[in-house]
């Protein structure tokens, strides 16, 4: 797409859109969202970049997004089990109501949001090729 208009400002709106994926992905647990749909927010976002602007990664890259993902997601279950296995009083919990109130859940849902967020743009590229 070589249209000026549409270049110049969603060049401008990308950062917003972005902002309000990662705001839905980090207060997904004091409000509806989380990582899914922060995930799908920020993998629509990067989609209409491709769609507007060209071709983004190289192939390599695109799977090393994916493996990434998979062990954020894996870190974020695995501090979740050791935090029930901690004692109370010195596990990482915060203050009710605050950003990081649940303490480790915030890694998960990061991990997550990128698993689906690199699941839109991998879907994307497996359609463009065979096209």
Do not use: C
Not at 19 to 34: C, D, T
Not at 38 to 54: A, E, N, P, T
Not at 118 to 129: D, K, Q, V
């Amino acid at each position: 797409m070589h249209d000026y208009v549409t270049r110049v400002v969603f060049r401008y709106m990308l950062l917003f859109v972005l902002l309000y994926g990662f705001y839905v992905i980090m207060h997904g647990h004091l409000s509806p969202g989380g990582g899914f749909s922060g995930g799908m927010i920020v993998g629509l976002g990067l989609l209409l970049y491709i769609l507007i602007f060209g071709q983004l990664w190289k192939p390599n890259f695109r799977q090393m997004i994916i493996d990434l993902a998979i062990i954020f997601v894996g870190i974020g279950g695995i501090l979740e089990v050791i935090k029930f296995l901690i004692p109370h009083e010195h596990g990482p919990v915060g203050i009710p109501g605050t950003l990081f109130s649940v303490g480790i859940m915030s890694v998960a849902n990061f991990g997550i949001s990128i698993l689906v967020t690199s699941t839109i743009l991998a879907i994307y590229y497996m359609i463009s090729e065979e096209a």
